[in-house]
């Protein structure tokens, strides 16, 4: 009998430890854990979206954030963000979407010196932005 392993599923919760936790889900992908970290995922995400709202109605009042708003708010965009990432990371791993680390070796390009100098915009930048200086 042959046997195709299926992508395990990163969780949106840690385990006691804090640790990451892991699903072997079922063929349909579709169990009552899945279902489960499914609706968790949804509900940080909006976390996060509700936190950014937060954010700019306070920036566009007058550019001036109430100091005593700014530990609760910082730990929750940190926290969404955090969230945000492990959601993507999941996603990705079960999509069979390249991590960084699967680009390495694009520091051995030998192409023109713009390029081996970091030249060029960042994804969804204006000119300009997007380049890291030293």
């Known amino acids: 009998m ?3 392993a299926r992508p395990v599923r990163l969780l949106p919760w840690s385990d ?3 640790r990451p936790s892991y699903l ?13 970290a499914d609706k968790m995922e949804a509900e940080q995400l909006d976390a996060g979206a509700e936190y950014l709202a937060y954010l700019r109605e306070l920036l566009c009042r007058n550019g001036e954030l109430p100091t005593e708003d700014l530990p609760w708010l910082m730990n929750g965009l940190a926290e969404s963000l955090r969230n ?4 993507a990371h999941s996603r990705g791993t ?7 680390d699967d680009f390495d070796d694009v ?13 060029g ?5 204006r000119a300009g932005q997007g380049r890291a200086h030293e």
Request: net charge negative.
């Open 2 to 4: 042959i046997s195709h």
């Open 16 to 18: 006691s430890l804090g």
């Open 24 to 36: 072997i889900p079922d063929e349909g992908g579709n169990g009552v854990v899945s279902r489960l």
């Open 84 to 87: 945000s990432l492990r959601i």
């Open 94 to 100: 079960r999509l069979g979407v390249p991590t960084a």
């Open 107 to 119: 520091d051995d390009f030998d192409g023109d010196e713009e390029a081996d100098e970091g030249g």
């Open 121 to 125: 915009t960042a994804p969804g930048a």
